[in-house]
Nanobody, 125 residues
């Protein structure tokens, strides 16, 4: 499975931005797709997760109500719609896939099998 995150850029406080995670490879079956981010000088944190079979989602408290994860099965793409962006949302954003069972709400990095290269989001004040 290959993952390609895209859509990052420079935006202003309060703006919206949508990131995409294109999924490809020999198998497109995955248990969950998660979005993580890593701000400068900070650890990588999980922010959103979508379970493939049910479509149910989880969010970190820092983005709850502002970010929305969704998918387009025809395009094999998972999206992260981000609104009301803040300077503290500045980070490199990564998408990752778990082929087997993954506890979305825990956002454990070691439970994810594949990672895409990140895309940088910069929010200016």
């Amino acid at each position: 499975v290959q993952l390609q995150a895209s859509g990052g850029g420079l935006v202003r406080t309060g703006d919206s931005l949508t990131l995409s995670c294109a999924v490809s490879g020999r198998t497109l079956r995955y248990y969950a797709i998660a979005w993580f981010r890593q701000a400068p000088g900070k650890e990588r944190e999980g922010i959103s997760c979508l379970r493939s079979s049910s479509g149910s989602t989880d969010y970190a408290g820092s983005v709850q109500g502002r970010f929305t994860i969704s998918r387009d099965n025809l395009k094999n793409t998972v999206y992260l719609q981000m609104s009301s962006l803040r300077p503290e949302d500045t980070a490199v954003y990564y998408c990752a896939a778990a082929i087997g069972y993954y506890s979305c709400s825990d956002f454990r990095m070691d439970g994810l099998d594949y990672w895409g290269k990140g895309t940088l989001v910069t929010v200016s004040s």
